[in-house]
């Protein structure tokens, strides 16, 4: 593996870890493990002997702090890797553009964490905390494709519309997810405001776009399949295939979690999953340049 592709595979991976390690925190009841920010407690960056928040769930929060300190070390070397790699090419503004998006990105995230904290976990902010990272995914993940100048295709205006339809789709029901999220239980700390929301409902609402969603993807793997040429069903239908096969999984999940009561090892990986839903259906959109207004053939 060269170092351009352990900064930026290191990035993509980090972006999503955090996505984990950020749950992490809230599933083991640690969101005020560290009760005060930019410190974990007053007087000290790390947690101290007999915390009254417990060494455990101070470590847990301190670990999730950690982990940004890595993404801002992996985000400083992707901005000089782009400027080294990328300056001269002919998508040079592209790459430029979104290499200054980490930076404001991760700044971003920094001011967002410490607000989360400093409102004792109010599910507005922890919801904002996690969108903000599903936010940071599809530039990471461009910024990352482009630099290796992996291959990409423009398709049909039928295959696009429905490329755009799922990518929306899948925002939808990730956000609808953390409405359940700050309506259920894991609030990351006992005294944690709740969405005055009944779970119930919310939950349903969610499973209702999921399965929207999984209709939808079946459809435009249907229109590929059809009216794409052969090229194209290969390289953009196996894509679709994994994101379907990604979303049935996080489906299952979802409906196991719910009638199990929210083991958290079920939750976590609910988290995960839906991470890697963004990842897949994004790495869809770009590789089918569906959110570019020049086809390719004339960049």
């Known amino acids: 593996m060269n170092l351009a592709s352990l900064i930026y595979t290191a990035l993509v991976i980090l ?37 009254a928040q417990g060494t455990l769930h101070s470590w847990i929060e301190f670990g999730n702090r950690l982990l940004t300190v890595l993404l801002v070390i992996a985000v400083i070397a992707a901005v000089i890797g782009a400027f080294r790699w990328g300056k001269g090419r002919g998508d040079w503004k592209m790459i430029r553009l979104l290499a200054l998006t980490q930076i404001v990105g991760i700044v971003a995230q920094i001011v967002l964490g410490g607000i989360t904290v400093l409102t004792k ?20 993940l461009s910024l990352r494709e482009r630099i290796y100048a992996k291959a990409r295709t423009d398709v049909l205006p039928t295959t696009r519309l429905l490329i755009r339809s799922v990518t929306l789709l899948s925002l939808i029901v990730i956000t609808l997810g953390t409405v359940v999220t700050g309506s259920g239980p894991h609030a990351g700390d006992i005294q944690a405001k709740r969405y005055h929301i009944d779970p119930r409902t919310i939950s349903w609402i969610h499973a209702d ?62 988290l995960l999953g839906a991470g890697l839903i963004w990842l897949s259906v994004w790495n869809i959109a770009f590789k089918a340049n569906a959110f570019s207004r020049q086809p390719l053939i004339n960049s």
């Open 15 to 51: 972006q999503v870890g955090i996505i984990l390690t950020g749950g992490a925190v809230r599933l083991t009841g640690s969101g005020l493990g560290c009760p005060t920010w930019p410190q974990c407690v007053s007087g000290s960056i790390a947690p101290v002997p007999h915390q």
């Open 121 to 140: 976990l109010n599910p507005f902010t922890v919801s904002a905390h996690f969108l903000l990272s599903i936010a940071l995914i599809p530039p990471t």
């Open 209 to 270: 776009a999921v399965i929207a969603l999984i209709g939808l993807t079946i459809a435009l793997f249907l229109v590929i399949k059809v009216s794409e040429p052969l090229p194209i069903q290969s390289f953009i239908g196996k894509k679709v295939l994994l994101f379907l096969a990604i979303c049935l999984g996080q489906g299952l999940i979802g409906y196991i979690q719910y009638f199990t009561h929210l083991p958290e090892a079920l939750v976590a990986a609910h």
